[in-house]
């Protein structure tokens, strides 16, 4: 029933148009684009007792599509966010993962990574910057700079986060860098940004050093146990709450810090403090805002879906939101603004909590691999330039293996056998029109993930709740737990209601650019007209 239902969802989504319907909604002065890393569809309803603020409202007073789900395989950030922000889906934007084997450069490459642009630290660190060199469509956020001026600034812990909402250019784009310090990179400002220059001497990462963090509510209020198999804390911290952030400048304060609400905190604040310096959303003109909140994706991927951490983390979400849309009440009025609200991706259950599933290591993967290749290619190896998801052959050993079509199988039944792997495409089998409009849904998934000269040869489907880290959880697979994610549309313009249509977060992108009267140049969402007011 699941791959029939995404089935029609994908005929419906790949045939739609985008058409602009501007002259039957109201134009809003301010879009803002949430996007909560690694929330699954399900954790508004499971937890939704604990919602009394801002995800409250959305889920409330929004549209609410509670059987979103994007259609592709590879369910990461990098993927998700650029996704949101384009309205496209990876095969067509070409950011197929969080990072991936380049083949010319002979060397695994992140998807923002941009030897050409330098890095703009708003500290002393310096090197070489991010940018969205490598996404093949504009967003959004682009399309309305370009055609009416808005200004447009986004921000996230990430930079894949920033990058895929802002896209190749914004007046400002931030992230914390890998030493701790908040950074652009020269592709967005050649400089510091003046007024994040002021604004950051008043609120540092370090002012919340010495900080616990505890649960918000009562212990008994949190579903499951505190300390449940497989949970496992940052450097020094138990599975169990309290969670101390330590002094600062000592070697564990970040890792704590990142993986606490605090974050999350400092980006809602980051938000308001762009809105008063930009002027967003209160001139002649509709400006963007994106917001990527990232600390649930660092939280579940340590401590699992049913923690209590995952539940707090929500809960002040929940509140950090909720300042937010009080703020923009107040600074841009409430008739003002649009908010369009999704996650990248969701994420599995630990498999030590569950009755199935379990942890297959990749190296075993790779192992069974070239033993099966070995005897008919001869010498030594490796054969396997890198592997995760998608297995890179070195070059010529593909076209090798598909000149012995019976190696190639060798290969691709050795991987099979192993216990946490369900199936094995080949590159052929997924890089075709015909293959993104499969039958198939596995085969269909791993095609709209597919981009030619980025994708691996092979690409790895594992079963259903089984992983490849060693420890803690992960997400990116075309599992439901994994593709189904909150989609929400609340505003000035928008009808209230639970809707039960299929939809995308691709569609977001899509319907925000019919309110504002922008095309996206090719879009695989559409407008969700439910959502829409008629005026």
């Known amino acids: 029933m699941r791959q029939l239902t995404l ?20 134009t809003p002065k301010l879009v803002v684009f949430i996007v909560v890393d690694q ?15 801002g995800l409250k409202r959305l889920t ?11 259609p592709y395989l590879t369910t990461v950030t990098c993927v998700g966010h650029t996704t949101i922000g384009t309205g496209s889906l990876p095969y067509r934007h070409g950011m197929i993962g969080n990072a991936w084997y380049d083949r010319a450069a002979e060397k695994s490459v992140t998807c923002n990574a941009d030897p050409d642009s330098a890095e ?11 940018s ?8 959004l956020a682009e399309v309305m700079r370009e055609t009416l001026k808005s200004r447009v600034a986004t921000m996230s812990i990430k930079a894949r986060s920033a990058i895929g909402l802002a896209g190749h250019e914004g007046d400002f784009v931030t992230w914390l860098g890998d030493r701790g310090a908040w950074e652009t990179s020269s592709a967005f400002s050649k400089t510091p940004v003046g007024w994040f220059v002021a604004y950051l001497k008043g609120t540092p990462v370090d002012r919340d050093a010495d900080k616990t963090w505890e649960r918000t509510l009562p212990a008994e209020r949190y579903q499951y146990d505190d300390d449940a198999p ?22 564990a304060f970040l890792q704590h810090w990142l993986q606490s609400p605090f974050a999350d905190d400092a980006l809602e604040k980051m938000a308001e403090g762009a809105v008063d310096e930009m002027h967003l959303g209160t001139q002649d003109r509709t400006d963007f805002l994106g917001v990527g909140f990232s600390t649930l994706d660092s939280v579940g991927h340590a401590f699992g879906p049913r923690s209590h951490e995952v539940q707090d983390v929500i809960v002040r979400l929940d509140l950090s939101i909720g300042r937010l849309l009080d703020f923009l009440d107040k600074t841009v009025g409430a008739a003002n603004y649009v908010v369009a609200l999704a996650a990248d991706h969701g994420v599995a259950d630990l498999p030590e909590q569950i009755q199935h599933g379990g942890r297959q290591p990749i190296a075993a993967v790779r192992a069974a691999i070239e033993a099966a290749i070995k005897p008919a290619l001869g010498g030594d190896g490796p054969f396997i330039a890198s592997a995760g998801s998608d297995v890179y052959f070195k070059p010529g050993v593909y076209d090798r293996l598909k000149a012995d079509p019976a190696v190639l199988r060798a290969a691709v039944s050795a991987a099979e056998a192993l216990p946490g792997i369900a199936r094995v495409l080949t590159s052929d089998q997924v890089s075709t029109a015909a293959a993104r409009a499969s039958n198939d849904p596995q085969v269909r998934a791993a095609a709209l993930s597919y981009f030619p000269g980025r994708s691996g040869d092979l690409l790895l489907i594992p079963k259903e709740n089984w992983m490849l880290p ?26 209230p209601g639970v809707r039960e249509e299929p939809a995308t977060p691709a569609d977001l992108a899509v319907t925000v650019a019919s309110m504002v009267g922008v095309h996206l140049p090719s879009p695989d969402g559409h407008v969700l007209t439910g959502a829409l007011k008629k005026k």
């Open 7 to 26: 089935a029609a969802f994908l005929l419906l989504t790949l045939q739609s148009t985008g058409a602009p319907v501007s002259a039957q909604v109201s």
């Open 230 to 251: 497989g949970e496992r804390g940052a450097a020094g911290w138990g599975a169990k709450f309290p969670h101390p952030l330590g002094p600062a400048g000592g070697a």
């Open 39 to 53: 929330m699954r569809a399900d954790y508004p309803v499971r937890y939704g007792n604990l919602l009394q603020h």
């Open 132 to 139: 969205a060199k490598r996404m093949m469509v504009p967003t």
């Open 470 to 495: 060693a420890a803690g959880t992960t997400h990116g697979t075309l599992y439901s737990y994994d593709q189904c994610v909150p989609v929400l549309l609340y505003g000035e313009g928008i009808r």
């Open 60 to 70: 409330s007073q929004g549209a609410w599509y509670t059987k979103a789900a994007y």
């Open 120 to 130: 703009v630290s708003y500290a002393t660190s310096s090197g070489a910057g991010d």
